[in-house]
Nanobody, 124 residues
Framework: QVNLIESGGGFVQAGGSLKLSCVAS????????MGWFRQAPGKERKFVAA????????YYADSVKGRFTISRDNAKNRVYLRMNSLKPEDTGVYYC?????????????????WGQGTQVTVSS
């Protein structure tokens, strides 16, 4: 079983940037579709971005298009989320997720491996 650990979260002012990282242990992610989700207190976990095995296909939530970039480095068993022009509504716990499938998936129910999350707080 692959374990995922997120890092890179923190406190940032509106307009700032952060880069989140997710490292996998216990197995390779080379045949794993990877995604990022976020969840604010009292709200549902929502899709942010997803990436195919080799990074050739990416998907983004409309709310983050043009501001966030997902990428991966399979040799290092890592996936990243670069976040620019952050807004207060981006605040939440960000989760890294994976699924061994050839189809890029964008809902929480379609992923079966999750990290514990990293907190991102954007001040107004």
């Amino acid at each position: 079983q692959v374990n995922l650990i997120e890092s890179g979260g923190g406190f940032v002012q509106a307009g700032g940037s952060l880069k989140l990282s997710c490292v996998a242990s216990g197995g390779t992610i080379s045949t794993t579709v990877m995604g990022w989700f976020r969840q604010a207190p009292g709200k549902e976990r929502k899709f942010v971005a997803a990436i195919s095995w080799t990074g050739g296909t990416t998907y983004y939530a409309d709310s983050v298009k043009g501001r966030f970039t997902i990428s991966r480095d399979n040799a290092k068993n890592r996936v990243y989320l670069r976040m620019n022009s952050l807004k207060p509504e981006d605040t939440g716990v960000y989760y890294c997720a994976g699924r061994r499938t050839t189809r890029v998936v964008t809902t929480p129910q379609e992923y079966d491996t999750w990290g514990q999350g990293t907190q991102v707080t954007v001040s107004s």
